[in-house]
């Protein structure tokens, strides 16, 4: 089990930054990937970034170049710091953690934080 806490989420106007932050409940070295997923009103949850275990990185080609994801792995939290923010980057975004099990992966979920985007 893996719980995860997210903070530092508002309100921020265009071209802006935030930093996302996620705490897990377990050292992120038994972690495989840590990543933030985001969901729009209407919109299917996408990913965001993520990290392996490995610090092998991955972006949306939307966030590339704006957003940067990193790992604290003493203080078992994930980061992930949003420049030149835009109002289509406006969602609720989730911290993700994915574990490896016997019969494959399993995933964990925080409870969300919002980032508007809005002058």
């Known amino acids: 089990q893996v719980q995860l806490v997210e903070s530092g989420g508002g309100l921020v106007q265009p071209g802006g930054s935030l930093r996302l932050s996620c705490t897990a409940s377990?050292?992120?070295?038994?972690?495989?990937?840590m990543g933030w997923y985001r969901q729009a009103p209407g919109k299917q949850r996408e990913l965001v970034a993520a990290i392996t275990s490995g610090s092998i990185t991955n972006y949306a080609d939307s966030v590339k170049g704006r957003f940067t994801i990193s790992t604290d792995n003493y203080k078992n939290t994930v980061y992930l710091q949003m420049n030149s923010l835009k109002p289509e980057d406006t969602a609720v975004y989730y911290c993700?953690?994915?574990?490896?099990?016997?019969?494959?992966?399993?995933?964990?979920w925080g409870q969300g934080t919002q980032v508007t985007v809005s002058s």
């Open positions: 993700n953690a994915r574990t490896v099990v016997v019969a494959g992966t399993n995933d964990y």
């Open positions: 377990r050292s992120i070295f038994s972690i495989l990937a």
